[in-house]
């Protein structure tokens, strides 16, 4: 039986990536046993991207909590600033622009989640 879990952002490692950028995975199955959302935090630094990538099957949003950025989609930009959410179906090509100087903050949701979010890949 799955029972209700709290995670604190301020206990879990974040992830380094190149470009330059750490991402924290709150929900998933690993951290929480969901099987069919996975949550985190993204933090990406200025001048630097989440480069162009695509997923196949998953739904994803993003709620942009600081800085400043473009979502670049199919030739489509979309100015990013706080407050701002955006829907990415499944399968769109698609990145996102740290063009601020400060760093970008968003939260992200994948449904279903993605294989790396799983306990068995």
């Not at 690993?30 to 997923?55: L, Q, R, W, Y």
């Not at 994803?60 to 179906?89: C, H, Q, R, S, W």
Request: a neutral charge; proline letters at 7%; hydrophobic letters at 35%.
């Amino acid at each position: 039986m799955l029972v209700v879990k709290d995670v604190d952002i301020s206990k879990v490692e974040g992830e380094r990536r190149d470009p330059p950028r750490t991402s924290w995975i709150l929900v998933s199955e690993k951290t929480v046993g969901s099987k069919n959302i996975a949550m985190g935090v993204n933090e990406t630094d200025p001048g630097s991207m989440v480069p162009e990538h695509a997923h196949e099957s998953e739904e994803e949003v993003m709620f942009f909590l600081e800085g400043t950025g473009k979502f670049v989609t199919e030739g489509k930009e979309i100015d990013i600033k706080p407050g701002i959410a955006i829907y990415n179906p499944p399968g769109k090509m698609h990145k996102i622009l740290n063009t601020g100087k400060s760093k970008l903050k968003f939260v992200w949701i994948y449904s279903p989640q993605l294989k790396i979010h799983k306990k068995v890949q």
